[in-house]
């Protein structure tokens, strides 16, 4: 008898070739705000769909069509 774990994936956001998973740093560098342009949000929740973004102790829930009015990328991204 073979026994195989059962693989648990993490659910991630993909747009641009891109993959963003719950934990990730990220940026959204067409905010209407400069301040919101260059503010480190970290992603609390992915899926299909869009995001869950915490920053400054405030949560953002960004659809697919908000992320890609305001773009994204990874925090380590320049």
Not at 58 to 71: K, M, N, P, V
Request: glycine share 12%.
């Amino acid at each position: 008898m073979t026994v195989t774990k059962a693989r648990t994936e993490q659910p991630v956001f993909e747009i641009g070739g891109q993959r963003y998973a719950p934990g990730d740093r990220v940026r959204f560098p067409n905010a209407g705000m400069p301040s919101n342009q260059t503010r480190i949000y970290e992603i609390t929740e992915a899926g299909p769909g869009g995001i869950t973004a915490e920053a400054d102790g405030c949560r953002y829930q960004l659809s697919r069509g908000d992320i890609a009015a305001i773009g994204i990328v990874h925090a380590d991204t320049k």
